[in-house]
């Protein structure tokens, strides 16, 4: 007995980790143990031996089980140890004052339109970049022979040979997502939808990925007014001024009946934009009022609801509101043109601190 305990304990105290240790307790205390063994054998003594070897049988087992839970505490502290040593991290270094990037412009003029909208009651909804001509066109009201078709310059997915059904688009506008979100969320529903498209068009205005953010109210009572004060507010948020005039010009899109495009009245003097005041007319969006087929495909009923819509093209509004120039310059990926134009990652723009500061 003397001779298992010097054995077990010594084990105990020389397992290096909780493996080995778990080997020493099966060893003893295992099912196959040598003291479980040995308590099996207690039966076929007689009963005077078992008395004398039972209670020494029962301490060796309580000492050896709790040797074994000592020494698991004691490996599991010296675990935690080494990890703290380890993984450690010096909160007192000075933080790099260098940036290496910035908030590009598209993204911060997003942010704002977002929070303008936002406070208007539009929440953001999104979309596939690569998306089915359904959604593209049918469903827009553009039907596969209309020339918007081709006008869109629009890059086709191929499919396998063999594989006729309709090819896929990269979307040439957001307002396929003036769809997705009818279904999804039904009327009345206030949404914008923010995003990339694509034409296949490249020269000092036209970029082949450039960025567009949609609009879309369904409501029982929504008219062209409606529009026209949600346009405004938009417009006078967007460039910080005061007041701002809106011309609104008969147009033609398929997915809108009536469809105006929209200028702001502004002036340029020495190249610098002013917006709400002078003689210039520019032109920064497209809108109507929602084509009823264009509500059908979104499951909408139109002899209960209207809708209004329009379209901006963000980097055209980034480029006039932050001075840009050139718009290839937003995809060229260079750095010093980024710390010149682009924003702190911080500045979360809000309509209560003021948008671009
Ligand atoms: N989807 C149009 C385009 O890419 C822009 C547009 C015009 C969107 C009128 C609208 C709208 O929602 O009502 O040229």
């Known amino acids: 007995m003397d001779d298992l305990r010097d054995r077990y304990l010594a084990a105990v105290a020389g397992a290096a980790d909780e493996a080995a240790l778990e080997e020493v307790r099966l060893a003893a205390l295992g099912k196959k143990g040598e003291i479980s063994l040995k308590m099996r054998e207690l039966g076929g003594m007689s009963p005077e031996d078992r008395q004398i070897a039972g209670p020494k049988l029962n301490a060796l087992k309580d000492e050896i089980a709790s040797a074994l839970a000592a020494r698991k505490a004691a490996l599991a502290d010296a675990a935690l140890d080494d990890r703290l040593r380890t993984e450690w991290l010096d909160v007192t270094l000075p933080g790099r004052p260098r940036r290496e990037g910035t908030i590009h412009p598209i993204s911060q003029v997003m942010e704002e ?93 036209h970029t082949p990925m450039f960025h567009q953010l949609e609009g879309l109210a369904v409501d029982r009572d929504l008219s062209m007014a409606n529009l026209k004060w949600c346009l405004e507010e938009f417009v006078r948020a967007f460039f910080e001024v005061e007041k701002a005039e809106l011309r609104f010009r008969a147009s033609h899109f398929p997915f809108t009946e009536p469809s105006a495009e929209v200028d702001l009245r502004c002036s340029w003097k020495d190249g610098q934009l002013k917006v709400g005041e002078g003689d210039s007319w520019m032109e920064i969006l497209g809108s109507g009022m929602v084509h009823p087929k264009v509500l059908q495909a979104g499951n909408i009923d139109p002899s209960q609801f209207q809708g209004f ?30 710390r010149h134009y682009g924003f702190a990652g911080l500045d979360v723009p809000t309509l209560h601190r003021g948008l671009s500061r």
């Open 113 to 205: 339109i977002t929070a303008i909208f936002a406070d208007m009651g539009f929440s953001v909804a999104e979309g596939p970049q690569i998306e089915s001509d359904w959604y593209n066109f049918d469903a827009l009201n553009i039907p596969a022979e209309h020339p918007t078709r081709t006008e869109m310059d629009t890059f086709y997915m191929a499919r396998p040979d063999g594989d006729d059904r309709p090819p896929h688009v990269l979307r040439t506008h957001t307002s396929p997502v003036q769809i997705r979100a009818m279904q999804h969320q039904g009327a009345p529903l206030r949404v914008i939808a923010p995003g990339r498209v694509y034409r296949s068009d490249y020269d000092q205005t």
């Open 309 to 338: 819509a329009f379209g901006i093209g963000i980097d055209r509004i980034a480029m006039l509101k932050y001075g840009i120039p050139d718009l290839r310059a937003f995809f060229d990926s260079d750095l010093r043109w980024l």
